[in-house]
């Protein structure tokens, strides 16, 4: 146990416009925690500033007791974040299995002469990561349609195989930037499904952000509503839900 993410006083603004202001969470390692808000409150800013898109104006991040503030996106990667956007971004001329790879790759580097002369040890790396994907990209159905182009596969598995590229990099948090956007009643029920198996199976940790709070307070137990970039309620998901402040920004009174 502990915590996996620590987030203090986290701010950011744009011109004048405070995009995130004053931001603070803790998750606990192996939780699936919620963030959510109205269009426009500050959910994808916090992502970009937790990978390092964006340097916070104010505050501290630290991921597993790191303090990661302020660095690359590369390196926080390496430290341990993978995340997926709010729109998709594979590699559509790639078959699906190679998108997985990609993310593999980040982590078993072989040495440039081995690849260049395709040495035997080359081919043995190539081996366990193809056997890798696979068994990622069965977690999520997609196995079958391992060496289809990314961009032929239907919309929701292309959000799955997001999914499963971002897990290739073994992170220990793992950012969802609304993963069931655009897909129909089933498709979403059976992603977090696939979510929840994700977080039994791997040592992970999960921020899940959601637009629609009937979705989000089914499965995270914890959950922080922002609004106009401020924190409006934060904590239990069931007491959460019952703040007159939520109830009355999600319906405009
Ligand atoms: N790079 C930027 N430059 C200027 N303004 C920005 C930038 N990024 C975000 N914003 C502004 O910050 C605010 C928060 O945007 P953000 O995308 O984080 O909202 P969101 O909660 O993810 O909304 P949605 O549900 O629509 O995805 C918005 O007013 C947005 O216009
Ligand atoms: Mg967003």
């Given amino acids: 146990m502990g915590t996996m993410l620590e987030v203090n006083h986290l701010s950011i ?55 990661i503030t302020g660095r690359r996106t590369i390196d926080i990667n390496k430290a341990g974040i993978a995340r997926t956007f709010q729109n998709i971004r594979l590699f559509h001329q790639l078959p699906v299995i190679d998108n997985v790879k990609v993310g593999l790759h980040n982590r078993h580097a072989y040495s440039t002469l081995s690849g260049i002369l395709r040495l035997p040890s080359y081919w043995t790396k190539e081996k366990e990561m193809d056997e890798e994907a696979m068994r990622l990209l069965s977690v999520f159905g997609l196995d079958q349609n391992a060496f289809t182009l990314a961009s032929n596969l239907p919309y929701g598995q292309q959000r799955k195989l997001e999914i499963a590229r971002a897990l290739a990099t073994k992170p220990k948090l793992l950012l969802l930037d609304e993963p069931a956007a655009g897909m129909n009643p089933n498709e979403t029920a059976e992603l977090m499904e696939t979510i929840r198996f994700v977080l039994s ?53």
């Fill in 13 to 67: 603004s744009f011109g004048g416009l405070a995009a995130v202001d004053d931001f603070n969470v803790s998750i606990e390692k192996g939780e699936l925690y919620g963030l959510i808000g109205p269009n426009g409150a500050g959910k994808t800013t916090v992502f970009n500033l937790l990978t390092g898109v964006y340097k916070p104006n104010e505050g501290k991040i630290f991921l597993d007791g790191k303090d």
């Fill in 201 to 253: 199976e791997f040592d992970i940790t999960v921020l899940l952000i959601e637009h629609d709070m009937k979705l989000v307070s089914g499965i995270c137990e914890r959950l922080t509503v922002l609004n106009f970039g401020r924190i409006l309620a934060q904590g239990e998901t069931a007491e959460v839900l019952h703040d007159p402040e939520v109830i009355k920004a999600y319906l405009g009174e």
